[in-house]
């Protein structure tokens, strides 16, 4: 079985966020950029189906030359392949189509992505790129089973889990409880340096989703901060019941 | 005016909230709006003509006698391609996330998701999102003549705007080849689903142990409310992942959210800052949380929970 995991590199979460001059991107500068948190799961899972069922895994990602890194991290923790598709940051869609067109010239059975990536949290990539292959998704998958072509899956859904089944090819997206990534180790870390990763260029589907303009949140919240007082308990009620009115 | 279709859900023998939240969300762009459903019962689908929709295509085709990504998908593309509708508005939940990007590549449609504002004040809808953990927000316009959205639930307001609803049931033509299938669904019995409720109490690393955690629960109890956690104390195994609110866990935007003993980090806020009205109990007054929240009481937990439950049914 070929596998697909398909990463991405994002800002870290606890990086201070500020708008551009041209007032629809942020600053890069003073961000410190990681692997997707969700996609530590994705590579994790990639490499288990492997030591399972045999075949092998590849990682991909789209971004710019500074996006290698991640990749480096793949093929650290245990991928066979890495490959980099070199393209400006655009929308989702063209990724995914930069995905799609990997995955035909590599014949992936089994394409695997992280729930969603933490920058622009648009929780689109799995689905858009099962539409373009017109194959079967399951999203936010906690647990994953695969027998041939036979894949039972778990899901969360509103108000418990919904158990799925599908068969390959197809596509999933996984999320946090699914497994236990593992820690590459430094000898891995240092091999991982000196191997190839492969390119490919483009194929630049034109974007459908523009962003006009990125404001920092203003702050509407009321901010009334009380003691633990018994009096304070009583207000805070009082607050909720007559102010907010949610109780 | 161009016609905008929204896709209907249903939790149990109701329609879901957030579906009626869409439904007047597109009212607020289009004078057109018509719905898609599968499967729902005429008194089930009557709701959404309480909120002011005119004609629902309700697909009672084998293919969609239950969930299923592939089959939905070709069949709402379908009922909007056969309606002349220009615009599909999902609500971002589970099944929704899942099918609207699905649904755009076969519309031949932008996408944008999980959005928290619609305008069209120019002529052309805009959207807002939250990006980066809800540290910013972004506008975003969709260039394609076709446009698919997401809208986050509970953030829009369901407006009741009673009209005559025509309900057509409708068997559309698809091919699905491969495709999924829900074998079963497993409810969380006895217990709210921070998705599902108005009003999350939430607990941190600040209960000090598991077992003091039903202080958090008898506060929730009091509210009618659901338990939720924090990473720290889901990744410690006090509490199963199902409750993680935040970054790895879920996105909620509940009517109120009172976080105990949580700090306040950003991956915490990126999965409730949208909430409508926060509370923070917290013994340091320091704490990030205060930052985002309308109501604050500083102070330790052990003692304020169980004085907040007492005056709380107190009340009731």
Known sequence: ??????????????????????????????????????????????LQLREKLGGTVTAITVGNVSSQEILRTALAMG?????????????????????????????????????????????????????LLEQ??????????????????????????????????????????????????????????KRTIIERSSVNVASRVSTVSIELPSSKRAGIILGDSDADISELVRLLHEESKVI | MSTILVVLESQG?????????????????????IGVAFNLSEQTLSVA???????????????VSSYSTVAYAKAITEVANSSNASTIIFSATAHGKELAPYVAVLFNAGYASDCIALDNAS??????????????????????????FSLRPNIFTATKAPTSL???????????????????????????????????????????APEHFHLV?????????????????????????????????????????????????????????SSKVIVAINKDKDAPIFKVADYGLVGDVFDILPKLTAKLQSIK
């Open chain 1, 79 to 131: 991928v066979d392949e890495a490959v980099h598709v070199l393209s400006d940051s655009k929308d989702a869609f063209s990724v995914a189509n930069d995905i799609v067109d990997a995955a035909k010239a590599l014949s992936i059975d089994l394409i695997l992505f992280g729930r969603q990536s933490i920058d622009f949290d648009s929780f689109q990539m799995a689905s858009t790129v099962a539409g």
């Open chain 2, 123 to 148: 002529g052309q809808i805009t959207a807002k999102r939250p990006i980066y953990a809800g540290k910013a927000v972004e506008t975003i316009t969709i260039s394609t003549e076709k446009k698919v």
């Open chain 2, 49 to 63: 003509g309480e909120y002011g929709l005119a004609k629902v295509s309700n697909v009672t085709n084998a293919e």
């Open chain 2, 217 to 273: 629960e008898e506060l929730a109890s009091a509210f009618g409310g659901a338990v939720g956690a924090s990473r720290a104390v889901v990744d410690a195994g006090w509490r199963p992942h199902g409750e993680q609110v935040g970054q790895t866990g879920k996105t909620v935007s509940p009517n109120l959210y009172v976080a105990c003993g949580i700090s306040g980090a950003v991956q915490h806020l990126a999965g409730m800052s």
């Open chain 2, 13 to 33: 023998s109701n329609l879901r909230r957030a579906s009626l939240e869409a439904i007047t969300a597109a009212k607020s762009v289009s004078s057109s709006v």
């Open chain 1, 136 to 193: 079967p998704i399951v999203t936010m998958v906690s647990s994953l089973t695969i027998s041939g072509t036979s894949v039972s899956t778990e899901r969360d859904v509103e108000g418990g889990k919904e158990v799925v089944e599908t068969s390959l090819p197809c596509v999933i997206s996984v999320q946090k409880g699914i497994n236990s990534p593992r820690y590459p180790k430094l000898p891995d870390i240092m091999k991982a340096k």
């Open chain 2, 166 to 208: 025509t309900v057509e049931s409708k068997n559309v033509s698809i091919s699905v080849g491969t495709t999924s299938t829900v074998k079963n669904t497993i409810r969380n019995e006895g217990k709210l689903d921070v998705l599902e409720a108005d009003i999350i109490v939430s607990g941190g690393r600040g209960l000090k």
């Open chain 1, 1 to 46: 079985m070929n596998i697909l995991v398909c990463i991405s590199q994002v800002p870290d979460t606890t990086t201070k966020i500020t708008v551009a001059d041209n007032g629809n991107s942020i600053n890069p500068q003073g961000v410190k950029f990681i692997l997707n948190p969700y996609d530590e799961y994705t590579i994790e899972e990639g």
